[in-house]
């Protein structure tokens, strides 16, 4: 997706009159559902940085909902960036938009292949655990509710609990064509654990969708986040480090295996020092469920032909999901066609 100094500046200026763009708009890479572009300005408003990020969302319930959570976890000191301004999917951008502050740092793994991980692994393990748990447990301490009210006012269709999220994997799953994937998820949501006791849950929390910046930890990307219990999440970060999306030759996969293994443990750990307090004893299931997400969006983009198919992380992940489902209902699902 392109996008010209005009369009940005018919977006921007019917509320920011003097706002103007000093360069062209830098496309930003590592979004797999927006389009971002990294925006340098001037006549910004008092207080906003003239360093800016122009998100834009291809469903705008589902960029509304990631708004109101985002907005709602800074103003509660969450380190995440502040949303300065959004639009409507009719304007000038072609979609719904958002623009905020441009975070600066970079991801807590970056520049990574399967060989850089094994070099790494020992400065890896010492301080990715820590930062992934530290920040984690951060945004569990948020009162979740004003978040939930202007959730439901802003996108009141779009899932915000496990409950509201059944009717969305259970389709994607009927609509894969894979009758195991179905029968896994119907086992899935006949064993459902107590939802009560729920956080905020990021919900896609892993090393890319955070920014390291010396001290700080910046969380970006909120499109995944629910009410849930603590377990919800923990899964999901488990489930990305203990299958790592990493490109590697077959002789270091079972060294990046046993390498993630290690990985994943030290964060659940972690995770259980920080907040000793939360229930992770259903871990499994959530991981499970996690699973089915992978698993039907990877299913769906095959059958489609969905270059996604082959460039996106689940490629990676689905072998480990398909494992990881199988072990908590007994059912096999195929996962041909992952790496």
Not at 217 to 245: E, G, I, K, S
Not at 278 to 297: G, I, K, N, Q
């Amino acid at each position: 997706m392109t996008i010209t100094d005009v369009a940005v500046e018919a977006a921007l200026c019917p509320t920011w009159p003097e706002f103007a763009l000093t360069e062209a708009p830098t496309p930003l890479t590592g979004g797999q559902w927006a389009t971002m572009f990294r925006l340098a300005a001037t006549g910004v408003p008092v207080g906003v940085p003239e360093d800016l990020v122009l998100r834009i969302v291809p469903h705008a319930e589902m960029g509304a909902k990631e708004l109101a959570v985002q907005r709602g976890a800074a103003d509660a000191g969450v380190p995440t960036p502040a949303v300065r301004l959004s639009g409507p999917a009719d304007g000038p951008v072609g979609g719904a938009w958002a623009v905020m502050d441009f975070a600066a740092g970079a991801p807590l793994l970056s520049g990574l292949d399967g060989t850089a991980a094994v070099r790494r692994f020992p400065q890896i393990v010492r301080r990715l655990p820590g930062q992934l748990a530290d920040t984690m447990a951060a945004v569990h301490r948020v009162d979740p509710q004003p978040i939930v009210d202007e959730v439901r006012a802003a996108a009141p269709s779009v899932a915000l609990t496990v409950d509201e999220l059944w009717p969305h994997l259970r389709a994607a799953a009927e609509m894969s064509g894979e009758p195991s994937l179905l029968a896994a998820t119907d086992a899935l949501m006949a064993a459902q654990p107590d939802q009560g006791n729920g956080v905020l849950c990021h919900g896609d929390l892993h090393p890319f969708n955070a920014l390291v910046d010396g001290d700080e930890v910046t969380v970006l990307d909120w499109t995944a986040a629910l009410v849930a219990p603590p377990a919800y999440d923990v899964a999901f970060t488990w489930l990305l480090l203990r299958h790592p999306p990493l490109e590697a030759a077959p002789a270091l996969r079972p060294v990046i295996s046993t390498a993630a293994g290690v990985l994943a443990r030290r964060f659940v750990r972690r995770y259980r020092t920080v907040d000793p307090s939360a229930d992770l004893d259903r871990m499994d299931w959530y991981a499970a469920v996690h699973a089915v997400r992978v698993l039907t969006d990877f299913t769906a983009w095959q059958r489609d032909g969905n270059p996604l198919a082959q460039k996106h992380p689940w490629r990676l992940v689905a072998p480990g999901a398909a494992a990881v489902l199988a072990g908590a209902t007994g059912i096999e699902v195929d996962a041909s066609g992952a790496a």
